[in-house]
């Protein structure tokens, strides 16, 4: 019987494996090949970076691949060591992190308390605000820009503190579009929460920030790290709003040196290699460590 | 059961307790709001005033701004530029998305793949931006892309050894001096006059690159002495600071042309011999039968071959003629933006691949099984099965990715450069360049602002109406 059963099972394995060989072959060569045309720009960059300056230009980068031994990390060295002068490669790269650190931290608790009441609070009307906030998530950015200058110089005119021009400029700025994804992430995650785990803690007198930072804010680690992981790098790539609120000053982060150094009138483009390395470093190496929370953050922005 | 029995009890019972812990829930929302209010909601509602004023924002204008939007052709282009980008991007992202997601299913590799696809998500677009400029480069020192074109060209379609620059206006014609005994014929160069065996013929050629002559370590010309049965002949640059416009005899100083082919044609037309010139520009047709024959320097001498694809020039793909001036503009289809779109879908594949992989995950493994046990093709249960269930995720993405589109601004601003910069302005380039060049400047950009606010908000309302059906 046994026997029987065996050789009837045969047949469909073995047909199925037959067909996965036939399939697996050609999607191996196809994706083997697209994995190489999308490694290319990033490679080019790299490449070009660790070429002598007087070589772009002359030869493709590619041809440096059939002599590595040509490669030097001379552009690299020579802006490094121009140490931190304003407009220089280090005064953008800390700028930058100046912009940025603030600017996610702040996105990330004020959406977790958004989220946290939201979710747990008991007044009316929670679902109407979470629907505003849903609707202002595709708001573009340029919708509001001019105002808010406007703003910043209104505030300038009466408290002598203008934030146009400045570091909490763009922070200020960068906060409130990065809230709306934050609480919508938030209330979201939040919504998981069991609200009887609340109700016990209640019940034995905790209070409100005793619940919060004793039950909520340790559930919501995974969503707060998807949303800090999500609005570091969309504020470290920000070119716009910096552009706007930084353009022109002595201090700019990383995007708007590319863009100056792009824009000169004679662009070098082993300062532009050597500077786009940099830049993308700093995102690249929190996308390798947070891969996870990243491509979490990724599926709850689009589908619910 | 025992929780809302609680609560009950509660809110009857405890009410000022309520009061207070509505309070404090106020307080958690209240920073948040306080921000939206001020730097998103407030100033939204004020673009829309300022887009009715004038540039400074002082004197009331009704809806003059709007016109002007609709009838100033730099942002005319900005429209038709956001048109392409939304027709063409959104389509393939999702179409990139879907296969690499559903191929990756097949593969062991898959995370390695995944996340090098993913990868450039990270990236800022304005370096992505540069590295495609330098792609995309016109020089196949620099750009790849027609480094790659060029070299595939060449198998079919080499450059000959004497390139005439069609892109400088330059003909094969320019080559022959007035003077001449040879004329243009189609591409080539050709004898004016017949020659027997025995005959010496010598062609001087004008408008020669001695870097070429350089190159291809060219000799003085000498004429050759004739010979019995064959022809012979020698061909050199005429170059002579003394005698500019003498192209029948060789002067001091003047070199044979190397490497040059040439074909011996009878009075028929065809051709009989073919010849290589030496290096002091000398040739030979040996055993030359009776009867006339022409001297023909063959047009590949001149071809340049494929000199690459101006991407990111000012050039477009305009399909419509006999049109106005306007009209064919706002039809035409910029080779820049086609490059931008290449660019961004690398950056975006990445994104549209993880959400539809999700989808697929999420499948019901049974209805594929079911229809693959049915007798359905791979192809089949992809297009009637996978493709039909997976709808909700690819709607997703379009939409998702319509409103990116929509917005595209850094990759703009970084990739184009020279003429393709107005060319390529999109509805986002042009509220900043309107708004923050020179300035602040409120009414014309507010206009288009509120404009691209208006675009989105279709997208808005879809997102409502899926959140609120969860």
């Known amino acids: ?175 409130a579009f990065g809230l709306p994804f934050g609480i919508f992430l938030m209330r979201n995650f939040m919504s998981g929460i069991p609200k009887d785990l609340l109700e016990a803690a209640r019940m034995e007198g905790a209070g409100e920030w005793k619940v919060f930072y004793r039950i909520v804010l340790p559930l919501a680690l995974p969503a707060l790290a998807s949303l800090a992981i999500f609005q570091f790098i969309w504020v470290w790539n920000d070119l716009l709003v910096a552009l706007v609120f930084l353009g ?34 700093v995102p690249l190496i929190v996308f390798f460590s947070f891969q996870r929370y990243f491509v979490r953050g990724v599926l709850a922005g689009a589908v619910k | ?143 790849a892309v027609n480094a790659a074109a060029l070299t595939v060209s060449d198998w079919f379609n080499a450059p000959g050894a004497y390139p005439v620059s069609t892109t400088a206006g330059q003909t094969v014609a320019d080559l022959v001096g007035s003077d001449s005994r040879f004329e243009k014929g189609g591409n080539s160069i050709i004898s004016t006059s017949s ?21 291809l370590k060219a000799q003085k010309a000498v004429k050759p002495q004739p010979m019995s049965g064959a022809i012979t002949g020698v061909v050199w640059r005429a170059f002579s600071p003394t005698a500019p416009t003498n192209t029948k005899d060789i002067l001091p100083g003047e070199l044979g042309l190397p490497l040059l082919r040439l074909s011996l044609v009878n009075a028929q037309g065809a051709t009989v011999a073919s010849t290589t010139t030496t290096t002091s520009g000398q040739f030979k047709f040996a055993n030359v039968g009776s009867g006339k024959y022409f001297v023909e320097l063959v047009s590949s001498n001149f071809s340049a071959g494929f000199t690459g694809i101006s991407w990111l020039g000012g050039s477009s793909l305009t399909p419509v003629s006999g049109l106005n001036q306007t009209a064919q503009a706002l039809l035409s289809v910029p080779l820049a933006d086609m490059a931008m779109i290449i660019c961004y879908l690398w950056i975006w594949a990445g994104f549209a691949m993880v959400l539809i992989g999700a989808g697929l995950a999420s499948l019901n493994r049974e209805v594929l ?47 184009a450069s020279g003429s393709s910069v107005n060319a390529t302005p999109t509805l986002a380039v042009e509220i900043y360049n309107d708004g923050f060049t020179g300035g602040v400047h409120s009414g014309v950009s507010s206009a288009i602002a509120v404009i691209l606010f208006l675009l989105v908000t279709p997208a808005m309302i879809l997102n409502l109406k899926r959140i609120k059906g969860v």
């Open chain 1, 1 to 175: 019987m046994a026997n029987i059963v065996e050789t009837t099972d045969l047949t469909p394995r073995r047909r199925g494996l037959a067909r996965r060989l036939g399939t697996r072959g050609p999607a191996n060569i196809v994706l083997g090949l697209i994995a190489i045309v999308w490694l290319v720009p990033t490679v080019s960059l790299l490449v070009i970076s660790l070429r002598p300056e007087a070589d772009f230009g002359v030869s493709g980068w590619w041809k440096a691949l059939l002599h590595p031994l040509s490669l030097t990390f001379s552009n690299y060295h020579v802006l490094f060591a121009q140490g931190f002068v304003a407009g220089g490669l280090l005064d953008s790269l800390i700028t930058s992190l100046e912009i940025t650190i603030p600017a996610t931290l702040l996105v990330t608790f004020l959406a977790c308390f958004a989220g946290h009441s939201l979710v747990f609070g008991r007044w009316r009307g929670r679902d109407i605000v979470f629907l505003v906030v849903v609707g202002l998530m595709v708001v573009p950015v340029q919708v509001a820009l001019i105002p808010v200058v406007q703003f910043y110089r209104e505030l300038g005119d009466l408290f002598g503190l203008n934030p146009y021009g400045t570091i909490p400029g763009v922070v200020i700025f960068h906060v």
């Open chain 1, 248 to 281: 022109g000053n002595l201090h700019t982060p990383l995007t708007v040196f590319l863009y100056d150094q792009n824009h000169e009138l004679q662009a070098n483009y082993w300062i532009i290699s050597t500077g786009a390395i940099v830049s993308v470093v």
């Open chain 2, 1 to 143: 059961m025992s929780a809302s029995v609680i609560n009950v009890t509660r809110r009857t019972g405890a009410h000022r307790s309520w009061i207070r812990r509505h309070a404090v829930s106020l307080a958690f929302l209240a920073p948040a709001a306080i921000w939206l209010l001020f730097i998103v909601v407030w100033p939204t509602i004020d673009t829309v005033r300022l887009s009715l004023f004038n540039e400074s924002a002082t004197k009331f204008l009704g809806l003059t701004n709007y016109k002007t939007v609709f009838s100033t052709d730099t942002i005319l282009t900005a429209f038709r530029n956001n048109v392409i980008w939304v027709l063409i991007f959104p389509f393939f992202v999702t179409t990139f998305g879907l296969i690499f997601a559903v191929l990756t299913e097949r593969i062991r590799w898959a995370t390695a793949f995944k996340a090098l696809i993913v990868m450039p998500i990270v990236f800022s677009t304005t370096a992505s931006a540069l590295v495609w400029a330098t792609i995309f480069d016109n020089s196949p020192q620099i750009g």
């Open chain 2, 195 to 215: 020659a027997r065996a025995g005959a010496m013929i010598d062609i001087g050629l004008r408008d020669v690159s001695p870097t070429t002559l350089t190159v």
């Open chain 2, 369 to 415: 099984e079911a229809a693959r046990i049915d007798g359905a093709k791979e192809w089949q249960v992809f297009r009637r099965v996978t493709v039909p269930m997976l709808s909700p995720v690819l709607a997703v993405v379009f939409v998702t990715m319509i409103i990116n589109v929509l917005k595209v601004f850094d990759i703009v601003l970084n990739m």
